[in-house]
Protein backbone atom coordinates (compact mmCIF):
# COMPACT_ATOMS: atom_id res chain seq x y z
CA UNK A 1 0.00 0.00 0.00
CA UNK A 2 1.09 3.09 -0.54
CA UNK A 3 0.33 6.97 0.96
CA UNK A 4 1.88 10.17 0.25
CA UNK A 5 3.79 10.29 3.38
CA UNK A 6 5.89 14.31 4.58
CA UNK A 7 9.57 12.99 5.05
CA UNK A 8 9.03 13.26 8.49
CA UNK A 9 6.27 11.00 9.34
CA UNK A 10 8.01 8.41 6.62
CA UNK A 11 10.97 8.59 8.90
CA UNK A 12 8.73 7.64 11.82
CA UNK A 13 7.17 5.09 9.90
CA UNK A 14 10.77 3.54 9.11
CA UNK A 15 11.86 3.57 12.51
CA UNK A 16 8.63 1.97 13.24
CA UNK A 17 9.06 -1.18 10.37
CA UNK A 18 12.57 -1.47 11.53
CA UNK A 19 11.21 -2.55 15.08
CA UNK A 20 12.39 0.79 17.16
CA UNK A 21 11.67 0.30 21.15
CA UNK A 22 12.58 4.09 22.38
CA UNK A 23 12.25 7.21 20.75
CA UNK A 24 12.98 10.62 22.42
CA UNK A 25 13.16 14.24 20.94
CA UNK A 26 13.22 18.00 21.96
CA UNK A 27 10.39 19.88 18.89
CA UNK A 28 11.92 21.70 17.17
CA UNK A 29 11.13 22.82 13.53
CA UNK A 30 11.72 21.39 10.79
CA UNK A 31 11.58 17.90 12.92
CA UNK A 32 8.66 18.48 14.82
CA UNK A 33 6.38 16.04 13.55
CA UNK A 34 9.04 12.87 13.61
CA UNK A 35 7.96 11.97 17.36
CA UNK A 36 4.49 13.77 16.81
CA UNK A 37 4.04 10.73 14.34
CA UNK A 38 6.22 8.54 16.41
CA UNK A 39 3.96 9.22 19.39
CA UNK A 40 0.95 7.06 17.17
CA UNK A 41 2.62 4.01 17.05
CA UNK A 42 2.11 1.96 20.25
CA UNK A 43 4.48 -0.62 19.93
CA UNK A 44 7.10 2.32 20.63
CA UNK A 45 7.92 4.50 23.52
CA UNK A 46 7.99 7.69 22.71
CA UNK A 47 8.50 11.09 24.83
CA UNK A 48 9.17 14.83 25.01
CA UNK A 49 13.02 15.86 26.76
CA UNK A 50 13.31 18.23 28.23
CA UNK A 51 16.46 18.78 25.64
CA UNK A 52 17.97 17.30 22.83
CA UNK A 53 21.07 16.00 25.70
CA UNK A 54 18.89 14.37 27.47
CA UNK A 55 16.89 12.76 24.20
CA UNK A 56 20.18 11.65 23.11
CA UNK A 57 21.10 10.36 26.45
CA UNK A 58 18.22 8.49 26.91
CA UNK A 59 17.96 6.95 23.17
CA UNK A 60 21.75 5.78 23.98
CA UNK A 61 20.45 4.40 26.90
CA UNK A 62 18.33 2.42 25.22
CA UNK A 63 20.36 1.33 22.30
CA UNK A 64 23.14 -0.25 25.18
CA UNK A 65 19.80 -1.75 26.84
CA UNK A 66 19.54 -4.38 23.62
CA UNK A 67 16.58 -1.65 22.07
CA UNK A 68 16.35 0.05 18.37
CA UNK A 69 16.35 3.68 19.47
CA UNK A 70 16.19 6.96 18.30
CA UNK A 71 16.81 10.91 19.09
CA UNK A 72 14.92 13.73 16.64
CA UNK A 73 16.24 17.32 16.81
CA UNK A 74 16.58 20.10 14.60
CA UNK A 75 20.28 21.21 13.94
CA UNK A 76 20.73 23.46 16.23
CA UNK A 77 19.54 20.68 18.80
CA UNK A 78 22.67 18.58 17.95
CA UNK A 79 24.68 21.04 19.50
CA UNK A 80 23.13 20.84 22.51
CA UNK A 81 23.58 16.92 22.55
CA UNK A 82 26.84 17.04 20.96
CA UNK A 83 28.12 15.97 24.93
CA UNK A 84 26.88 12.76 24.85
CA UNK A 85 26.98 12.34 20.97
CA UNK A 86 30.50 12.77 20.55
CA UNK A 87 31.22 10.13 23.14
CA UNK A 88 28.55 8.04 22.49
CA UNK A 89 30.39 7.15 18.78
CA UNK A 90 33.62 6.39 21.00
CA UNK A 91 31.46 3.67 23.27
CA UNK A 92 29.03 2.64 20.39
CA UNK A 93 26.28 0.65 20.83
CA UNK A 94 24.27 -2.52 21.60
CA UNK A 95 20.99 -2.68 19.40
CA UNK A 96 20.79 0.37 16.64
CA UNK A 97 21.02 3.71 17.52
CA UNK A 98 19.89 6.75 14.98
CA UNK A 99 19.91 10.17 15.50
CA UNK A 100 17.70 12.09 13.11
CA UNK A 101 18.88 16.19 12.56
CA UNK A 102 16.60 18.35 10.36
CA UNK A 103 19.07 21.22 9.09
CA UNK A 104 17.41 24.55 8.14
CA UNK A 105 18.98 26.02 4.93
CA UNK A 106 17.34 29.66 4.16
CA UNK A 107 16.60 30.07 8.36
CA UNK A 108 13.23 29.64 7.31
CA UNK A 109 12.92 28.71 11.18
CA UNK A 110 16.29 29.00 12.58
CA UNK A 111 19.05 31.49 13.79
CA UNK A 112 21.79 30.15 11.58
CA UNK A 113 22.11 27.47 8.48
CA UNK A 114 24.39 25.06 10.33
CA UNK A 115 25.60 21.83 8.24
CA UNK A 116 25.45 19.17 10.62
CA UNK A 117 27.55 16.86 8.39
CA UNK A 118 30.53 19.10 9.31
CA UNK A 119 29.35 18.03 13.09
CA UNK A 120 28.69 14.40 12.10
CA UNK A 121 32.54 14.56 10.73
CA UNK A 122 34.05 16.04 13.95
CA UNK A 123 32.13 13.27 15.55
CA UNK A 124 33.15 10.32 13.16
CA UNK A 125 29.26 9.46 12.47
CA UNK A 126 27.90 8.40 9.28
CA UNK A 127 25.45 10.48 7.83
CA UNK A 128 22.71 9.17 5.45
CA UNK A 129 20.94 11.78 2.91
CA UNK A 130 17.88 11.38 1.72
CA UNK A 131 16.43 12.54 -1.18
CA UNK A 132 12.51 12.02 -0.86
CA UNK A 133 9.84 10.61 1.54
CA UNK A 134 10.28 6.75 0.21
CA UNK A 135 14.09 7.28 1.04
CA UNK A 136 13.42 8.61 4.51
CA UNK A 137 11.86 5.11 5.05
CA UNK A 138 14.31 3.45 3.21
CA UNK A 139 17.10 4.89 5.07
CA UNK A 140 16.19 4.52 8.73
CA UNK A 141 16.27 1.11 8.00
CA UNK A 142 20.03 0.86 6.65
CA UNK A 143 20.86 2.95 9.40
CA UNK A 144 19.66 0.89 11.72
CA UNK A 145 21.60 -1.89 10.29
CA UNK A 146 24.55 0.41 9.68
CA UNK A 147 24.55 1.35 13.36
CA UNK A 148 24.69 -2.85 14.54
CA UNK A 149 27.19 -3.57 11.72
CA UNK A 150 29.30 -1.16 12.33
CA UNK A 151 28.77 -0.34 16.40
CA UNK A 152 28.45 3.42 16.58
CA UNK A 153 25.35 5.77 15.94
CA UNK A 154 24.16 6.60 12.55
CA UNK A 155 22.34 10.24 11.78
CA UNK A 156 19.89 10.63 9.16
CA UNK A 157 20.22 13.94 8.14
CA UNK A 158 16.97 16.07 6.55
CA UNK A 159 16.70 19.53 5.20
CA UNK A 160 13.81 21.59 5.17
CA UNK A 161 12.55 20.46 2.10
CA UNK A 162 12.54 17.10 2.60
CA UNK A 163 11.21 16.82 5.64
CA UNK A 164 8.16 18.86 4.92
CA UNK A 165 7.47 17.70 1.27
CA UNK A 166 5.17 15.30 0.57
CA UNK A 167 5.82 11.87 -1.72
CA UNK A 168 4.83 8.51 -2.10
CA UNK A 169 5.87 6.10 0.28
CA UNK A 170 5.31 1.79 -0.06
CA UNK A 171 4.32 0.61 3.51
CA UNK A 172 5.52 -1.97 4.86
CA UNK A 173 5.40 -4.31 8.06
CA UNK A 174 7.06 -3.69 11.50
CA UNK A 175 10.02 -6.17 12.37
CA UNK A 176 9.55 -7.37 15.50
CA UNK A 177 12.70 -7.42 17.15
CA UNK A 178 13.74 -9.51 20.25
CA UNK A 179 16.03 -7.50 22.96
CA UNK A 180 19.51 -7.68 22.79
CA UNK A 181 21.10 -9.46 25.81
CA UNK A 182 22.15 -6.15 28.20
CA UNK A 183 26.38 -7.17 28.82
CA UNK A 184 28.25 -5.24 31.49
CA UNK A 185 31.28 -3.87 29.57
CA UNK A 186 33.14 -1.23 31.40
CA UNK A 187 35.92 -1.10 28.99
CA UNK A 188 33.64 -0.09 26.20
CA UNK A 189 31.04 1.95 28.08
CA UNK A 190 33.00 3.72 30.71
CA UNK A 191 34.62 6.67 29.36
CA UNK A 192 37.40 7.41 31.15
CA UNK A 193 40.86 7.89 29.50
CA UNK A 194 42.77 4.44 29.41
CA UNK A 195 39.24 2.97 28.30
CA UNK A 196 38.57 5.51 25.41
CA UNK A 197 42.01 5.70 24.04
CA UNK A 198 41.43 2.27 22.70
CA UNK A 199 37.95 3.00 21.96
CA UNK A 200 39.54 6.41 19.97
CA UNK A 201 41.88 3.80 17.91
CA UNK A 202 38.77 1.54 17.05
CA UNK A 203 36.49 4.73 16.01
CA UNK A 204 39.33 5.95 13.63
CA UNK A 205 39.46 1.61 12.16
CA UNK A 206 35.67 1.74 12.20
CA UNK A 207 35.63 4.86 9.61
CA UNK A 208 38.22 3.58 7.58
CA UNK A 209 36.54 0.30 7.02
CA UNK A 210 33.16 1.88 6.49
CA UNK A 211 34.61 4.06 4.09
CA UNK A 212 35.86 1.72 2.34
CA UNK A 213 32.56 -0.34 1.86
CA UNK A 214 30.72 2.75 0.91
CA UNK A 215 31.87 2.29 -2.39
CA UNK A 216 29.82 -0.49 -2.91
CA UNK A 217 26.50 0.72 -0.87
CA UNK A 218 23.90 1.10 -3.26
CA UNK A 219 22.49 4.45 -1.55
CA UNK A 220 25.74 6.01 -3.49
CA UNK A 221 25.16 5.26 -6.85
CA UNK A 222 26.22 6.23 -10.74
CA UNK A 223 23.45 7.55 -13.01
CA UNK A 224 25.40 8.02 -16.24
CA UNK A 225 23.94 9.81 -19.30
CA UNK A 226 26.07 12.37 -21.45
CA UNK A 227 29.23 12.62 -20.10
CA UNK A 228 30.25 16.16 -21.01
CA UNK A 229 29.13 17.13 -17.10
CA UNK A 230 29.24 15.43 -14.00
CA UNK A 231 27.73 16.16 -10.84
CA UNK A 232 28.26 14.74 -7.71
CA UNK A 233 25.06 15.36 -5.26
CA UNK A 234 22.84 14.37 -2.59
CA UNK A 235 19.73 14.70 -1.07
CA UNK A 236 16.85 17.93 -1.75
CA UNK A 237 19.75 18.57 -4.54
CA UNK A 238 19.99 15.47 -6.29
CA UNK A 239 16.08 16.62 -6.94
CA UNK A 240 16.90 19.82 -8.22
CA UNK A 241 19.80 18.88 -10.09
CA UNK A 242 17.85 16.22 -11.95
CA UNK A 243 15.31 18.34 -12.74
CA UNK A 244 17.25 20.96 -14.24
CA UNK A 245 20.48 19.35 -15.95
CA UNK A 246 18.65 16.20 -16.94
CA UNK A 247 21.48 15.32 -19.57
CA UNK A 248 24.11 14.99 -17.02
CA UNK A 249 25.63 12.36 -15.05
CA UNK A 250 24.96 12.12 -11.97
CA UNK A 251 26.64 10.25 -8.76
CA UNK A 252 24.56 10.19 -5.89
CA UNK A 253 25.73 10.29 -2.61
CA UNK A 254 23.35 8.49 -0.28
CA UNK A 255 25.77 8.03 2.40
CA UNK A 256 27.44 11.98 2.61
CA UNK A 257 29.62 10.46 5.48
CA UNK A 258 32.18 8.86 5.16
CA UNK A 259 32.61 9.29 1.32
CA UNK A 260 33.10 6.63 -0.95
CA UNK A 261 36.67 7.78 -2.70
CA UNK A 262 37.54 5.07 -5.32
CA UNK A 263 33.58 5.93 -6.55
CA UNK A 264 34.04 9.39 -6.52
CA UNK A 265 37.42 8.73 -8.87
CA UNK A 266 35.74 6.59 -11.00
CA UNK A 267 32.59 9.39 -11.50
CA UNK A 268 35.11 12.06 -11.99
CA UNK A 269 37.34 9.95 -14.39
CA UNK A 270 34.47 9.45 -17.04
CA UNK A 271 33.35 13.35 -16.91
CA UNK A 272 34.84 16.03 -18.26
CA UNK A 273 33.89 18.67 -15.98
CA UNK A 274 33.21 17.85 -12.28
CA UNK A 275 30.34 19.86 -10.43
CA UNK A 276 29.47 19.66 -6.76
CA UNK A 277 25.65 20.42 -6.21
CA UNK A 278 24.78 20.55 -2.12
CA UNK A 279 23.09 22.93 0.03
CA UNK A 280 25.09 24.71 2.96
CA UNK A 281 28.74 24.24 3.24
CA UNK A 282 31.26 22.77 0.58
CA UNK A 283 31.47 19.63 2.23
CA UNK A 284 31.79 17.42 -0.96
CA UNK A 285 33.24 19.85 -2.40
CA UNK A 286 36.38 20.32 -0.12
CA UNK A 287 36.79 16.23 0.27
CA UNK A 288 36.89 16.23 -3.49
CA UNK A 289 39.72 18.58 -3.88
CA UNK A 290 41.42 17.34 -0.92
CA UNK A 291 42.13 13.97 -3.09
CA UNK A 292 43.67 15.73 -5.85
CA UNK A 293 40.14 15.86 -7.87
CA UNK A 294 39.65 18.73 -9.96
CA UNK A 295 35.88 20.49 -9.22
CA UNK A 296 33.80 23.23 -8.85
CA UNK A 297 30.19 24.61 -7.29
CA UNK A 298 30.12 26.49 -4.09
CA UNK A 299 31.63 29.33 -6.30
CA UNK A 300 28.72 29.78 -8.61
CA UNK A 301 25.89 28.80 -5.98
CA UNK A 302 27.31 29.82 -2.78
CA UNK A 303 26.83 28.89 0.96
CA UNK A 304 23.73 31.26 1.66
CA UNK A 305 19.94 30.18 1.46
CA UNK A 306 18.51 26.97 -0.21
CA UNK A 307 19.32 25.68 -3.94
CA UNK A 308 16.42 25.61 -6.42
CA UNK A 309 16.29 24.03 -9.93
CA UNK A 310 16.22 27.49 -11.75
CA UNK A 311 19.44 28.28 -9.10
CA UNK A 312 21.26 24.98 -11.16
CA UNK A 313 19.75 25.97 -14.09
CA UNK A 314 20.82 29.17 -14.50
CA UNK A 315 24.15 28.48 -12.92
CA UNK A 316 25.06 25.46 -14.78
CA UNK A 317 23.41 25.02 -17.78
CA UNK A 318 23.18 28.86 -18.19
CA UNK A 319 19.55 29.38 -17.51
CA UNK A 320 18.79 27.48 -20.92
CA UNK A 321 15.77 25.11 -18.46
CA UNK A 322 14.37 28.10 -16.70
CA UNK A 323 12.84 31.25 -18.04
CA UNK A 324 14.17 34.19 -15.20
CA UNK A 325 12.57 33.88 -11.64
CA UNK A 326 9.93 37.01 -10.89
CA UNK A 327 9.15 37.79 -7.36
CA UNK A 328 5.34 38.94 -7.48
CA UNK A 329 4.57 42.33 -6.86
CA UNK A 330 2.98 41.65 -3.17
CA UNK A 331 3.17 43.73 0.38
CA UNK A 332 5.56 41.53 3.25
CA UNK A 333 3.66 39.82 6.07
CA UNK A 334 5.81 39.71 8.78
CA UNK A 335 4.87 36.84 11.56
CA UNK A 336 3.44 38.57 14.25
CA UNK A 337 1.79 37.59 17.76
CA UNK A 338 -1.49 35.65 17.57
CA UNK A 339 -4.28 38.19 18.60
CA UNK A 340 -5.38 37.20 22.41
CA UNK A 341 -1.22 35.97 22.92
CA UNK A 342 -0.54 36.91 26.30
CA UNK A 343 3.27 37.55 25.72
CA UNK A 344 1.97 40.65 23.18
CA UNK A 345 1.19 42.40 26.83
CA UNK A 346 4.25 41.13 28.34
CA UNK A 347 6.28 43.06 25.73
CA UNK A 348 4.01 46.33 25.68
CA UNK A 349 4.89 46.78 29.46
CA UNK A 350 8.18 46.07 28.50
CA UNK A 351 8.46 48.26 25.68
CA UNK A 352 7.06 51.01 27.85
CA UNK A 353 9.07 50.94 30.98
CA UNK A 354 12.14 50.81 28.18
CA UNK A 355 13.62 48.54 29.97
CA UNK A 356 16.40 46.38 28.11
CA UNK A 357 15.40 42.82 27.40
CA UNK A 358 17.87 39.47 26.79
CA UNK A 359 14.92 36.83 25.03
CA UNK A 360 15.08 33.38 24.08
CA UNK A 361 13.74 31.50 21.14
CA UNK A 362 10.15 30.85 20.82
CA UNK A 363 6.53 33.01 20.26
CA UNK A 364 8.12 35.80 21.95
CA UNK A 365 10.95 36.48 19.96
CA UNK A 366 8.63 38.18 17.61
CA UNK A 367 8.48 41.20 20.40
CA UNK A 368 11.51 42.15 18.85
CA UNK A 369 9.20 43.32 15.68
CA UNK A 370 7.65 46.31 15.55
CA UNK A 371 5.83 48.30 17.39
CA UNK A 372 6.47 45.96 20.11
CA UNK A 373 10.29 46.45 18.85
CA UNK A 374 11.67 45.55 23.35
CA UNK A 375 14.12 42.91 22.44
CA UNK A 376 18.05 43.57 22.62
CA UNK A 377 19.43 40.27 22.22
CA UNK A 378 18.29 36.58 20.78
CA UNK A 379 21.07 33.88 20.56
CA UNK A 380 20.03 30.34 21.38
CA UNK A 381 18.01 28.09 24.28
CA UNK A 382 18.62 29.90 27.30
CA UNK A 383 21.46 32.24 26.81
CA UNK A 384 18.30 35.20 27.46
CA UNK A 385 19.85 34.61 31.52
CA UNK A 386 23.41 34.02 30.86
CA UNK A 387 23.47 36.72 28.91
CA UNK A 388 21.63 39.48 31.41
CA UNK A 389 23.88 37.85 33.95
CA UNK A 390 26.79 38.65 32.00
CA UNK A 391 26.18 41.95 30.78
CA UNK A 392 25.25 42.98 34.92
CA UNK A 393 29.00 41.43 35.68
CA UNK A 394 30.06 43.77 32.63
CA UNK A 395 28.40 47.42 33.40
CA UNK A 396 27.27 46.72 37.05
CA UNK A 397 24.35 46.69 39.46
CA UNK A 398 22.35 49.51 37.70
CA UNK A 399 22.20 48.37 34.25
CA UNK A 400 20.54 44.83 36.00
CA UNK A 401 18.01 47.36 36.90
CA UNK A 402 17.31 48.28 33.61
CA UNK A 403 17.10 44.59 32.07
CA UNK A 404 15.38 41.54 31.80
CA UNK A 405 16.15 38.24 30.75
CA UNK A 406 12.99 36.42 29.23
CA UNK A 407 12.26 33.14 28.35
CA UNK A 408 9.44 30.37 28.56
CA UNK A 409 8.21 27.62 29.78
CA UNK A 410 9.31 25.21 27.90
CA UNK A 411 12.68 26.90 27.04
CA UNK A 412 13.15 27.64 30.82
CA UNK A 413 12.79 23.96 31.24
CA UNK A 414 15.25 23.31 27.92
CA UNK A 415 17.85 25.03 29.08
CA UNK A 416 17.23 27.77 31.81
CA UNK A 417 17.27 26.20 34.63
CA UNK A 418 21.15 25.94 35.09
CA UNK A 419 21.01 29.57 34.30
CA UNK A 420 19.08 31.10 36.74
CA UNK A 421 21.02 28.89 39.34
CA UNK A 422 24.43 30.61 38.03
CA UNK A 423 22.40 33.84 38.58
CA UNK A 424 21.48 32.86 41.90
CA UNK A 425 24.90 31.60 43.18
CA UNK A 426 27.33 34.52 41.62
CA UNK A 427 24.37 36.49 43.85
CA UNK A 428 23.36 38.16 40.70
CA UNK A 429 20.17 41.10 40.98
CA UNK A 430 18.95 40.66 38.31
CA UNK A 431 15.13 40.27 37.01
CA UNK A 432 13.96 36.86 35.13
CA UNK A 433 10.59 36.53 33.80
CA UNK A 434 9.31 33.01 32.29
CA UNK A 435 6.37 33.49 30.06
CA UNK A 436 4.43 30.47 31.02
CA UNK A 437 1.95 29.90 28.49
CA UNK A 438 1.34 26.03 29.36
CA UNK A 439 2.80 25.00 26.07
CA UNK A 440 5.60 24.88 23.50
CA UNK A 441 3.82 27.21 21.23
CA UNK A 442 6.30 28.00 18.05
CA UNK A 443 6.82 24.27 17.10
CA UNK A 444 2.51 23.35 16.96
CA UNK A 445 1.77 23.19 20.91
CA UNK A 446 3.62 20.22 22.04
CA UNK A 447 3.41 19.55 25.92
CA UNK A 448 6.78 20.38 28.22
CA UNK A 449 7.62 19.33 31.60
CA UNK A 450 6.14 22.33 32.99
CA UNK A 451 2.31 21.83 31.77
CA UNK A 452 1.56 18.49 33.36
CA UNK A 453 1.05 16.84 30.46
CA UNK A 454 2.91 14.21 28.39
CA UNK A 455 3.24 13.34 24.69
CA UNK A 456 -0.01 11.49 24.38
CA UNK A 457 -1.56 14.36 26.51
CA UNK A 458 -1.44 12.13 29.41
CA UNK A 459 -1.92 13.68 33.23
CA UNK A 460 2.12 14.05 34.26
CA UNK A 461 3.94 15.56 36.57
CA UNK A 462 4.42 19.41 36.25
CA UNK A 463 7.21 21.34 37.62
CA UNK A 464 6.72 23.70 40.47
CA UNK A 465 8.08 26.37 39.33
CA UNK A 466 8.15 28.71 42.31
CA UNK A 467 9.20 26.10 44.66
CA UNK A 468 11.97 25.26 42.38
CA UNK A 469 12.84 29.00 42.84
CA UNK A 470 12.48 28.38 46.77
CA UNK A 471 15.06 25.63 46.26
CA UNK A 472 17.29 27.26 44.70
CA UNK A 473 17.06 29.89 47.30
CA UNK A 474 15.51 32.95 45.48
CA UNK A 475 13.43 34.83 47.91
CA UNK A 476 11.19 37.22 45.58
CA UNK A 477 8.66 35.10 43.01
CA UNK A 478 5.91 36.99 41.49
CA UNK A 479 3.04 35.57 39.60
CA UNK A 480 1.12 38.10 37.46
CA UNK A 481 -1.61 37.32 34.77
CA UNK A 482 -0.15 39.57 31.96
CA UNK A 483 -3.17 40.85 30.79
CA UNK A 484 -3.63 42.91 34.24
CA UNK A 485 -1.32 45.76 32.32
CA UNK A 486 -1.56 47.56 35.46
CA UNK A 487 -0.35 44.82 37.57
CA UNK A 488 2.41 43.63 35.35
CA UNK A 489 3.75 47.60 35.07
CA UNK A 490 3.86 47.41 39.40
CA UNK A 491 5.40 44.12 39.75
CA UNK A 492 8.22 45.23 36.80
CA UNK A 493 8.85 48.23 38.49
CA UNK A 494 8.94 47.08 42.14
CA UNK A 495 11.18 43.59 40.96
CA UNK A 496 13.96 45.32 38.72
CA UNK A 497 14.59 47.99 41.73
CA UNK A 498 15.59 45.21 43.95
CA UNK A 499 18.96 44.42 45.18
CA UNK A 500 18.30 40.54 44.71
CA UNK A 501 17.41 38.20 41.96
CA UNK A 502 14.08 38.26 41.45
CA UNK A 503 11.98 36.03 38.89
CA UNK A 504 8.36 36.48 37.05
CA UNK A 505 6.10 34.38 36.05
CA UNK A 506 4.08 35.85 33.06
CA UNK A 507 1.56 33.34 33.43
CA UNK A 508 -1.69 32.39 30.94
CA UNK A 509 -2.34 30.03 28.61
CA UNK A 510 -1.78 30.31 25.09
CA UNK A 511 -4.81 31.99 23.04
CA UNK A 512 -5.02 28.97 20.64
CA UNK A 513 -4.98 26.46 23.16
CA UNK A 514 -7.89 27.73 25.69
CA UNK A 515 -10.71 29.63 23.47
CA UNK A 516 -12.31 31.13 25.56
CA UNK A 517 -15.70 32.69 23.85
CA UNK A 518 -15.17 36.44 24.64
CA UNK A 519 -17.45 38.78 22.70
CA UNK A 520 -15.02 40.89 20.30
CA UNK A 521 -13.80 44.46 20.87
CA UNK A 522 -15.00 46.93 18.91
CA UNK A 523 -14.15 51.21 18.56
CA UNK A 524 -16.45 53.97 19.95
CA UNK A 525 -16.01 56.92 17.33
CA UNK A 526 -17.10 59.47 19.62
CA UNK A 527 -15.14 58.43 22.24
CA UNK A 528 -11.70 57.67 20.13
CA UNK A 529 -9.02 60.43 19.73
CA UNK A 530 -6.70 58.61 17.24
CA UNK A 531 -4.05 58.55 19.32
CA UNK A 532 -2.63 55.64 18.12
CA UNK A 533 -1.71 54.11 21.43
CA UNK A 534 -4.02 50.44 20.30
CA UNK A 535 -1.78 50.11 17.51
CA UNK A 536 1.75 50.37 19.74
CA UNK A 537 0.39 46.41 20.79
CA UNK A 538 0.34 45.03 17.49
CA UNK A 539 -2.82 43.11 17.10
CA UNK A 540 -3.03 41.95 13.69
CA UNK A 541 -7.50 42.16 14.53
CA UNK A 542 -6.97 46.11 15.31
CA UNK A 543 -6.94 48.36 11.93
CA UNK A 544 -6.24 51.91 11.55
CA UNK A 545 -8.32 53.37 8.83
CA UNK A 546 -8.96 56.93 7.49
CA UNK A 547 -12.20 57.39 10.16
CA UNK A 548 -10.44 55.97 12.86
CA UNK A 549 -9.77 52.58 14.49
CA UNK A 550 -11.74 49.22 12.95
CA UNK A 551 -11.35 45.51 14.91
CA UNK A 552 -11.84 43.01 12.71
CA UNK A 553 -14.18 40.74 14.07
CA UNK A 554 -13.02 37.34 12.87
CA UNK A 555 -9.79 37.79 14.56
CA UNK A 556 -10.39 39.35 17.65
CA UNK A 557 -10.78 37.26 20.61
CA UNK A 558 -11.85 39.69 22.96
CA UNK A 559 -8.47 39.49 25.25
CA UNK A 560 -9.28 42.63 25.92
CA UNK A 561 -5.81 44.30 25.83
CA UNK A 562 -6.77 46.89 23.54
CA UNK A 563 -9.18 48.12 25.84
CA UNK A 564 -6.84 47.79 28.46
CA UNK A 565 -4.37 50.39 27.09
CA UNK A 566 -6.65 52.75 25.76
CA UNK A 567 -6.61 55.97 28.01
CA UNK A 568 -10.20 57.14 26.26
CA UNK A 569 -12.10 54.04 27.58
CA UNK A 570 -12.57 54.10 23.46
CA UNK A 571 -12.21 50.03 23.20
CA UNK A 572 -14.54 47.80 24.37
CA UNK A 573 -17.35 44.86 23.89
CA UNK A 574 -19.91 46.23 22.13
CA UNK A 575 -23.30 47.14 23.83
CA UNK A 576 -20.47 47.24 27.39
Excluded at 89 to 104: I, W
Excluded at 450 to 466: C, K, S, T, Y
Amino acid sequence: MKRLMLGNEAIARGAYEAGVRVSSAYPGTPSTEINETIATYSEIYSEWAPNEKVAVEVALGAAIGGARSMACMKHVGLNVAADPFFTATYTGVNAGMVVVVADDPGMHSSQNEQDTRLLARAAHAPVLDPSDSAECKAFMQLAFELSEWYDTPVIVRLTTRIAHARTPVELGERQELPLLAYKKEPKKYVSMPANMIARHRYVEERERRLAEDANALPVNRIEWAQRKLGVITSGAAYNYVKEALPHASVLKLGLAYPLPERLIREFAAGVEELVIVEDMEPFFEDAVRAMGIPCHGKAETGVQGELFAHKVAGRFAGGKAYGPMTTPDIPMRPPVLCPGCPHRALFHVLNKLKLHVFSDIGCYTLGALPPLGAVDTCVCMGASIGVAHGIEKARGVEMAKQSVAVLGDSTFCHSGMTGLLNMMYNRSVGTVIVADNSITGMTGHQNNPMNGRGIHGEIAPALDLPKLCEAMGIEHVRIVDPFDVKALEQVLREETERDALSVIISRRPCALIVKEKRAPYACDAEKCRACGMCMRIGCPAIRKTETGVWIDHTQCVGCGLCGNVCPFGALGTEGA
